[in-house]
């Protein structure tokens, strides 16, 4: 089976992608991993995470990491999550392609882990 790992970075990003996601369910021999990143992964945030469960998709597994930033700073709390995690997480989820959606940092962070993995980006 091959797996397709799309990254959404804001409930907006996986509500665009909800069409291709459920293309990708349909198709038989598809996997489909969601990652859903970037401040959604706060406490303060996990609001979203039940959205997304209310959108019919699975929420298998939450990060618990939590992000403090300087109260005068805290624009760029959400910034050091994708630094931290993508070249972890990518090869941990070993896809055939990453989709990614939007130019932003965590595009660009998980865009680098995949080609230091050698896996194809759309």
Same mark, same amino acid.
């Given at each position: 089976? *091959?797996?397709?790992? /799309?990254?959404? @970075? !804001? +409930?907006?990003?996986?509500?665009? +992608?909800?069409?291709?996601?459920?293309?990708?369910? *349909?198709?038989? %021999?598809?996997?489909?991993?969601?990652?859903? @990143?970037?401040?959604?992964?706060?406490?303060? /945030?996990?609001? @979203?995470?039940?959205?997304?469960?209310?959108? %019919?998709?699975? #929420?298998?597994?939450?990060?618990?990491?939590?992000?403090?930033?300087?109260?005068?700073? @805290?624009?760029?709390? %959400?910034?050091?999550? %994708? !630094?931290? !995690?993508?070249? #972890?997480?990518?090869?941990? +989820?070993?896809?055939?392609?990453?989709?990614?959606?939007?130019? !932003?940092?965590?595009?660009?962070? =998980? =865009?680098? =882990?995949? /080609?230091?993995?050698?896996?194809?980006? =759309?």
């Amino acid at each position: 089976m *091959k797996q397709v790992c /799309m990254i959404a @970075t !804001s +409930l907006d990003d996986t509500l665009a +992608l909800t069409p291709l996601i459920k293309a990708v369910q *349909k198709e038989p %021999g598809l996997g489909l991993t969601l990652v859903h @990143t970037h401040q959604y992964q706060t406490p303060e /945030m996990e609001i @979203t995470h039940r959205r997304l469960e209310e959108e %019919g998709f699975l #929420v298998e597994e939450q990060t618990r990491v939590r992000l403090l930033a300087d109260p005068l700073h @805290t624009g760029s709390a %959400g910034n050091d999550f %994708g !630094s931290l !995690s993508y070249p #972890v997480l990518i090869p941990r +989820l070993n896809p055939d392609i990453l989709v990614l959606f939007k130019n !932003s940092q965590d595009t660009f962070r =998980a =865009a680098m =882990a995949a /080609m230091e993995n050698t896996i194809p980006i =759309a």
